[in-house]
């Protein structure tokens, strides 16, 4: 008993000390820090809001966004004193804009980014932003969904969409004509209660590697860049040529690659008259086959009801049942061969296919030149950009939009993250894994993570179940220390375990008695049912031949 008490004692001493180390290492890791908005010299539009939002970002009129935005101090992140923008309400429409203070077009290097967070996860919607075209007619008032945008970027998820958009419309120079263009296979989202940063940055017509180039980073990572010329739908550049809509197929075009050879012949051989399946002549019927015994005979134990009406209900038939003769044999009935494969089957004779000398191709139309054409040489070049917007529909409540940048600098973008988003993010991190307050870590993921930062916990938690198993299994092993409940002489000790065996063994012939008394009992009943059975259909046979 004194060691199962040190034991304890030692293993209660070591959970409080690692409950205390825990503790004081959460609270040293999710220490806040003041906030200070930092100043971004290089931005063209940089929105906080932590002073006069109110001014800057107007609500549209339109009465299809009946949802309305607030702003929302930021707790537990790490900053105190922050504040971001948050759609507060599920199952509505947002619209809201910000006028940039002079329209944004693209030199050498474009950046937009923003922080989002989704504090109930998102279900369905999205939480992308517009970069409107800057226009004489717009006004903040009047946004609505078909409001022409420049650029439109950021997460969106509803069904089996889930992806970072980036959508660009672009103008024909030649034509005028606008056009959506999407990024072929972007990525996907962050969907947790974690604050994200969403970074767009595209390069222009620099006339380095990187000219007409763009790039996605989540979080400060890359998770696609490319081409403007090669990764967007429908592309940038138009062809040159175009097929002539007007163009029609000939009526004696051939478009038929390979025909039935006409000089080919049946072979005098080829019987197509030979069947697919026939008889197996090598199966042999197997011994003890019942031919004369029918599978199915008339219940002999069956009696007429008393209500039966022959005139009615008709003549009185007894249900079928198997045939007992039939349970034990091979089978019962006229036997049959069985069928295998025919090797004489060779099926329809046709003929052979060949090349066709008068096969003209595939027909296509005609190609002309596209009047929609010209050489494209800045694809990342967009309309100038007049106004921020949040414009989108959403399921989920709770979103939050921050530190929205328009820049054209990406150093100057990753500065402002360092100073805001980073801090904000690692101190989340760590809570979520430290507890459950971001998301639910199960018991087994949280002992994992504990094993992997203090190997020995798990060093000691193995001792502590090795030890009580140890004891008992060398316990249960020693003859000495078996207990009976009435005290015995040495002599009275080695006899009873030699009795008890004699009782157990007697139990077992007794038993075993019992079950061949049973099988003998059960064979009797089934010969005498199967003599009644027996005798009843010949008396109904005998009573039919006469």
């Known amino acids: 008993m004194n060691l199962w008490k040190l034991l304890f004692v030692f293993i209660v001493v070591v959970a409080f000390w690692v409950q205390a180390e825990e503790g004081q290492e959460k609270s040293v890791e999710v220490a806040s820090v003041k906030y200070e908005p930092p100043v971004c010299s290089d931005c063209v539009f940089y929105e906080t809001f932590e002073n006069n939002w109110e001014s800057n970002w107007i609500q549209s009129q339109n009465q299809k966004y009946d949802g309305r935005v607030e702003l929302a101090v930021r707790e537990n992140d790490g900053i105190s ?16 804009s910000s006028r940039l203070g002079s329209p944004v077009a693209l030199d050498k290097q474009f950046v937009f980014q923003y922080e989002v967070a989704f504090q109930d996860k998102l279900e369905c919607g999205g939480a992308y932003m517009k970069l409107l075209t800057d226009t004489s007619s717009f006004s903040p008032e009047t946004l609505h969904d078909q409001s022409p945008f420049s650029i439109m970027f950021g997460p969106d998820k509803c069904g089996a969409t889930n992806k970072v958009h980036l959508i660009y419309r672009h103008t024909n120079k030649r034509t005028g004509k606008v056009e959506e263009k999407h990024l072929k296979n972007p990525p996907g989202i962050q969907n947790d209660r974690l604050s994200h940063l969403y970074t767009l940055i595209v390069n222009g017509n620099t006339g380095n590697s990187d000219a007409n180039t763009y790039e996605i980073l989540v979080d400060g990572e890359s998770k696609k860049k490319g081409s403007f010329f090669e990764d967007f739908t429908p592309a940038f550049q138009e062809p040159e040529m175009i097929d002539d809509k007007d163009d029609v197929k000939p009526s004696n075009w051939v478009d038929e690659a390979k025909i039935p050879d006409p000089q080919a012949v049946k072979p005098d051989d080829w019987d197509e008259n030979e069947p697919q399946m026939i008889d197996d002549e090598e199966a042999v019927k197997p011994s003890g086959w019942l031919d004369d015994e029918p599978e199915m005979i008339s219940d002999p134990s069956s009696v007429k ?42 099926g329809r004779w046709t003929a052979p296919l060949i090349d066709n000398p008068e096969y003209k191709g595939e027909w296509k139309p005609r190609q002309i030149p596209n009047p929609e054409y010209y050489q494209e040489v800045n694809p990342a070049a967009f309309s100038p950009i007049g106004a921020v917007a949040i414009e989108v529909w959403t399921t989920s409540k709770n979103i939050l939009f921050d530190n929205i ?137 005998e009573k039919k031949t006469q």
């Not at 005139?311 to 007992?324: K, V």
């Open 81 to 96: 004193n922050d504040h971001a923008l948050r759609l507060p309400t599920s199952h509505r429409f947002y619209g809201i």
């Open 305 to 346: 009801p008393s209500d039966w009406e022959t005139e009615e209900d008709g003549d009185f038939e007894a249900p079928l049942i198997q045939n007992p003769k039939c349970v034990k044999a091979p089978g019962c009935g006229p036997w049959k061969r069985p069928t295998k494969r025919n090797p004489n089957y060779k």
């Open 405 to 541: 940048i328009v820049s054209k600098s990406a150093s100057a973008a990753s500065s402002i993250a360092d100073s805001t988003w980073k801090i904000r993010f690692e101190v989340e991190k760590t809570k979520q894994e430290n507890s459950a307050e971001f998301g639910n870590d199960s018991f087994v993921s949280k002992a994992l993570r504990m094993v992997e930062e203090k190997p020995w916990i798990a060093v000691i938690t193995g001792i502590a179940v090795l030890l009580p198993l140890i004891y008992f299994c060398t316990k249960s092993g020693t003859r000495e220390e078996i207990d009976y409940s009435a005290p015995a002489t040495a002599s009275e000790t080695k006899s009873v375990p030699k009795k008890e065996e004699k009782k157990e063994e007697k139990k077992e012939e007794k038993k075993t008695e019992k079950k061949v008394e049973k099988q003998e009992k059960e064979e009797k009943t089934d010969k005498k049912v199967e003599k009644k059975t027996e005798q009843k259909v010949e008396q109904k046979v």
